[in-house]
């Protein structure tokens, strides 16, 4: 903020007041600077656009996973948790731990496979249909399965009830085949860190994008620098009008970016409406919510505000009249 | 208004343009700084705008001690000045209105008031009908003008100028002069860089001569009672 000043003249009626003038400063700015950008159409609209391809790049990665982990969402409501019980437990006993099961919270449904049971599905699956009946008396054993409730189905979570079951006395083995399930997690977890670096490197590119291009556009207004300066603008005055341009830059690069993602998301929806039927299921992509538009159009703000700032206040102390 | 102490400059590498200078012009003169081209007039002009900080000595501007100005308030001070240069400094990007019009709008004038003082400040120039013209479009002793009136626009305590009639014919650089009498006349007081001796001569007012950096006459100590005791 301006400290009073000592030497300042007697403010008269016919100036504004500080504050008037100095916000009427600021939207004067704002204003002529984005005449400034229209009347260079070409060279805004490319600024502009470049930074859009950065900003949509790690959007739309964003997107995809966020679509991608909703489909593994769908697919995790099929996790299923198998008790092979100890050869000697009886069927009574199965019965009994099964409905104790069923009391649990963090369960869904439990079900009995005795064995008989099972080993006609076993003949049924497996093609040794023939090489069974031979068997003497039957291997296997009698199986609970468990489905956990939905919430407990975080790989973390299953794991801990999985150890928990194992525990059980009549229990020989807990079983849950989901190696794919945690693989798929880490995975998305891997791709989510990558899109947060590619995202980084892309968020510094725009920064210096728009630093640049300030940069240019200070070196182009040199001579009107020197000459606010000579007749005593402050410092704040001079900066006011390249922020904004920056501010602007910002503003439209992320509304175009978001205009490439709206298109590609709607380029890709067809395609991907059909893959759906062909899996059987009501599957959507979903585009950018507008919390998120919000958020992108206020990073690339933040983006193109900072970037002129770094701009003006490396160059703009390089312009003294001489 | 304007006192030298004991003002030296060297700038990098060693050049002096200026050693021992000691000077006091009074408020409401006008007063001329001849010399050479290299004698230092410049350098001593851009030491009152702090366009360039002396290497030794004090510069107080209306009682201000400019040496130890910080750089974040010479805006403030050089409000106070009105500065002529002798290749104008005019933007064409922009109207004479708008060239003119700067000094007003950075010191946060209302739009009516601009409006007033601009017309007021071209008139006084004599080029009120230009004012929607670019200033491409205008003859040199019309642009110094421009310059002129923007110079004068906020009506500075101080008007320095540099070289204003360098580059136009007799009768113009007569009129030029004749327009820093007038501003005079109304209290400004102004220090104006010439090597044009012959008009000087003409005009009557007193003149400081530089030669390589050193005061070499000075006509204000025989007028000013006080500038003889510095």
């Not at chain 1, 199965?94 to 919270?105: F, G, I, N, P």
Request: glycine share 8%; proline share 4%.
């Amino acid at each position: 903020m301006r400290k009073k000043n000592r030497t300042a003249p007697r403010k008269g009626p016919q100036k504004k007041s500080r504050l008037v003038s100095y916000l009427t400063h600021h939207l004067q700015m704002l204003i002529a600077s984005l005449g400034y950008l229209t009347r260079q159409p070409v060279s805004t609209l490319m600024t502009s656009a470049v930074i859009a391809i950065a900003l949509a790049l790690p959007a739309g990665l964003y997107i995809a996973l966020d679509n991608a982990s909703r489909i593994s969402a769908d697919w995790d409501g099929s996790t299923l948790i198998s008790l092979f019980l100890k050869p000697e437990v009886s069927i009574q006993q199965a019965e009994k731990l099964a409905s104790r099961l069923r009391k649990s919270a963090e369960i869904e449904a439990v079900s009995i496979i005795d064995r008989d049971q099972g080993l006609k599905q076993f003949q049924k699956i497996s093609g040794f249909g023939d090489a069974i009946e031979f068997l003497d008396d039957n291997p296997l054993p009698h199986v609970i399965t468990v489905q956990p409730v939905v919430d407990q189905q975080r790989p973390d979570k299953v794991v801990h009830l999985v150890k928990k079951l194992q525990s059980e006395n009549l229990v020989e083995l807990a079983q849950l085949d989901m190696q794919w399930v945690k693989r798929l997690y880490t995975l998305l977890d891997l791709a989510q860190r990558g899109v947060w670096i590619v995202g980084s490197l892309l968020a510094l590119a725009v920064l210096l994008i728009i630093g640049n291009t300030i940069r240019l556009d200070i070196q182009n207004r040199r001579e009107a620098i020197e000459v606010s300066k000579l007749i005593g603008a402050s410092d704040g005055f001079i900066r006011r009008p390249f922020l904004y341009t920056g501010l602007w830059y910002g503003i439209s690069g992320g509304l175009l970016a978001w205009l490439l993602i709206a298109v590609s998301l709607g380029i890709l929806e067809n395609p991907v409406q059909e893959l759906a039927v062909l899996y059987h299921s009501s599957y959507e992509l979903t585009g950018l919510s507008s919390s998120d538009l919000a958020s992108l159009i206020l990073i690339s703000c933040a983006l193109g505000l900072g970037g002129s700032w770094l701009a003006v206040g490396r160059h703009l102390s390089d312009i003294e009249p001489s | 208004m304007i006192r030298f102490d004991n003002i030296s400059k060297r700038y990098p590498g060693g050049f002096d343009a200026l050693s021992r200078v000691s000077f006091h012009l009074p408020r409401g003169q006008l007063a001329y700084l001849t010399g050479h081209s290299g004698a230092g007039k410049s350098t001593l002009l851009k030491l009152i705008a702090l366009i360039e900080r002396p290497t030794r000595g004090q510069i107080f501007l209306d009682g201000v001690n400019l040496t130890n100005i910080r750089n974040r308030r010479i805006p403030q001070i050089r409000r106070h000045i009105g500065i002529i240069f002798q290749n104008h400094h005019l933007l064409y990007d922009r109207r004479v209105f708008d060239n003119v019009a700067m000094p007003l709008v950075i010191q946060g004038y209302r739009h009516r008031e601009i409006n007033k003082r601009v017309r007021a400040a071209l008139d006084q120039v004599g080029l009120l009908n230009k004012e929607k013209a670019n200033p491409i479009t205008l003859s040199g002793g019309e642009q110094q003008r421009v310059g002129i009136a923007r110079a004068i626009v906020h009506k500075p305590t101080l008007l320095l100028a540099d070289e204003p009639t360098g580059n136009l014919d007799p009768d113009l650089s007569r009129e030029i002069m004749a327009l820093f009498a007038r501003f005079n006349m109304f209290g400004t007081t102004v220090l104006i860089a010439s090597h044009d001796l012959d008009l000087i001569r003409q005009t009557g007012f007193p003149s400081i001569s530089l030669n390589k950096g050193t005061i070499e006459h000075n006509d204000l100590l025989t007028l000013d009672p006080l500038a003889r005791a510095v």
